[in-house]
């Protein structure tokens, strides 16, 4: 969005004068932060300003500045930008569609019939859009979606009991998604004052993939991972881009759901045999780790041929393709949503080593890591 027509031509005597109008609460936008500033860092002819609460104050009436990065639409219903005038912006546009297709995706593989959908106790537009989000690709699955909207003038306990008595009331096995991380945990501690067990009566999922937050869970929390540091370099090139005169580039850039972190909170498949559920289960929480199946069969009380017989009598797959499909799987969506190179993608995939991952990557998907990554 262009407020001023001047040049755009650098003054090579003065750096780029830029604003940050986004709000570092949540891990996802400090995560964008962060990619803007690793762009910053390497641009190094960039000077930041960092928009807090409180501090407009500061900034004289009519102040320009060469480009902003916002989080949320640049409008002049936002008080504070109308002391500003910037010359080029770049919106980070938040996609809760990608969030609820991920979501949802999640809970059918695992084959939940029944989901919910738990909202923050204030009335937020981006938790709205999520909720919404949501319900119609559950609806798409031919699925319903109930909604838990908590009362409002009660404490945290009266709440926590509130949704117990709520989460006991629903249809189980239940999945439940959180309008971020910090609902999710509640979720959990919801389902232990109702005496639920997680995952198997209920299986939770939250947003925003805080690591913080979900490594501590009790269980693991399993969390939709937002794009936020790719996001944030994407818009700092753009901006960059802009203020240096170049045709086509974008003034939006989504930052959306990348893929689900799965973690204990939803190690749970339902099936018609339970013991392939477990091996589902298993696998699923220790991707990471190599697993023979002769170890995995004895860790559940079977010989290796019966897990075979009944994990293929169940899903038309041997176990041990099923394993490396996950991994491959896996493997994909690193390629694809962040920057690891492939000696850590392999490892967080129980692959041996990177040449490995390569030969199989190729078996399976006719193309190399590397070709995989630049093509996304």
Same mark, same amino acid.
């Given at each position: 969005?262009?407020?001023?027509?001047?040049?755009?031509?650098?003054?090579?005597?003065?750096?780029?004068?830029?604003?940050?109008?986004?709000?570092?609460?949540?891990?996802?936008?400090?995560?964008?932060?962060?990619?803007?500033?690793?762009?910053?860092?390497?641009?190094?002819?960039?000077?930041?300003?960092?928009?807090?609460?409180?501090?407009?104050?500061?900034?004289?009436?009519?102040?320009?500045?060469?480009?902003?990065?916002?989080?949320?639409?640049?409008?002049?219903?936002?008080?504070?930008?109308?002391?500003?005038?910037?010359?080029?912006?770049?919106?980070?546009?938040?996609?809760?569609?990608?969030?609820?297709?991920?979501?949802?995706?999640?809970?059918?593989?695992?084959?939940?019939?029944?989901?919910?959908?738990?909202?923050?106790?204030?009335?937020?537009?981006?938790?709205?859009?999520?909720?919404?989000?949501?319900?119609?690709?559950?609806?798409?699955?031919?699925?319903?979606?109930?909604?838990?909207?908590?009362?409002?003038?009660?404490?945290?306990?009266?709440?926590?009991?509130?949704?117990?008595?709520?989460?006991?009331?629903?249809?189980?096995?239940?999945?439940?998604?959180?309008?971020?991380?910090?609902?999710?945990?509640?979720?959990?501690?919801?389902?232990?004052?109702?005496?639920?067990?997680?995952?198997?009566?209920?299986?939770?999922?939250?947003?925003?993939?805080?690591?913080?937050?979900?490594?501590?869970?009790?269980?693991?929390?399993?969390?939709?991972?937002?794009?936020?540091?790719?996001?944030?370099?994407?818009?700092?090139?753009?901006?960059?881009?802009?203020?240096?005169?170049?045709?086509?580039?974008?003034?939006?850039?989504?930052?959306?759901?990348?893929?689900?972190?799965?973690?204990?909170?939803?190690?749970?498949?339902?099936?018609?045999?339970? +013991?392939?559920?477990?091996? *589902? &289960?298993?696998?699923?929480?220790? @991707? $990471? =780790?190599? /697993?023979?199946?002769?170890? !995995? %069969?004895?860790?559940?009380?079977?010989?290796?041929?019966? +897990?075979?017989?009944?994990? *293929? &009598?169940?899903?038309?797959?041997? @176990? $041990? =393709?099923? /394993?490396?499909?996950?991994? !491959? %799987?896996?493997?994909?969506?690193?390629?694809?949503?962040?920057?690891?190179?492939?000696?850590?993608?392999?490892?967080?995939?129980? @692959?041996?080593?990177?040449?490995?991952?390569?030969? !199989?990557?190729?078996?399976?998907?006719?193309?190399?890591?590397?070709?995989?990554?630049?093509?996304?």
């Amino acid at each position: 969005m262009a407020l001023e027509s001047r040049d755009m031509k650098k003054n090579p005597s003065r750096p780029f004068q830029v604003v940050l109008d986004i709000d570092a609460g949540s891990c996802v936008m400090r995560d964008a932060l962060n990619g803007i500033l690793r762009f910053v860092r390497d641009a190094r002819d960039w000077s930041l300003v960092s928009i807090d609460r409180g501090q407009i104050d500061s900034f004289s009436t009519g102040m320009v500045f060469d480009g902003a990065i916002v989080a949320g639409r640049w409008n002049a219903r936002r008080p504070h930008r109308k002391a500003l005038r910037v010359r080029r912006t770049v919106e980070l546009i938040l996609d809760a569609g990608s969030v609820a297709r991920l979501a949802a995706e999640h809970f059918r593989e695992r084959g939940f019939e029944h989901c919910a959908f738990v909202e923050p106790p204030r009335s937020m537009p981006w938790a709205n859009e999520r909720r919404e989000a949501f319900c119609r690709e559950l609806a798409a699955r031919g699925m319903a979606c109930a909604v838990y909207r908590p009362p409002s003038g009660v404490d945290l306990t009266s709440r926590h009991r509130h949704l117990a008595a709520w989460l006991a009331a629903q249809p189980r096995p239940l999945a439940v998604l959180g309008a971020y991380d910090v609902e999710a945990r509640r979720v959990l501690a919801a389902c232990r004052i109702a005496g639920l067990n997680v995952p198997e009566d209920v299986a939770v999922l939250g947003i925003d993939n805080d690591l913080l937050r979900c490594e501590t869970a009790l269980p693991a929390l399993s969390s939709v991972a937002m794009g936020g540091e790719e996001a944030g370099q994407a818009a700092a090139a753009a901006l960059d881009a802009a203020m240096r005169g170049r045709p086509g580039a974008p003034e939006r850039i989504i930052l959306g759901g990348v893929r689900v972190e799965a973690r204990a909170s939803t190690a749970h498949f339902i099936g018609r045999d339970p +013991l392939v559920a477990k091996v *589902r &289960a298993t696998v699923a929480a220790r @991707i $990471g =780790e190599r /697993i023979p199946v002769t170890e !995995l %069969a004895k860790s559940l009380g079977v010989s290796r041929r019966t +897990l075979e017989l009944r994990f *293929r &009598a169940e899903t038309g797959v041997p @176990i $041990g =393709e099923a /394993i490396l499909d996950e991994r !491959l %799987a896996r493997a994909k969506d690193l390629l694809r949503t962040t920057s690891l190179p492939c000696e850590e993608i392999a490892s967080a995939c129980g @692959i041996c080593d990177a040449s490995s991952l390569a030969h !199989l990557f190729r078996r399976k998907f006719g193309a190399s890591p590397s070709s995989f990554r630049k093509g996304r």
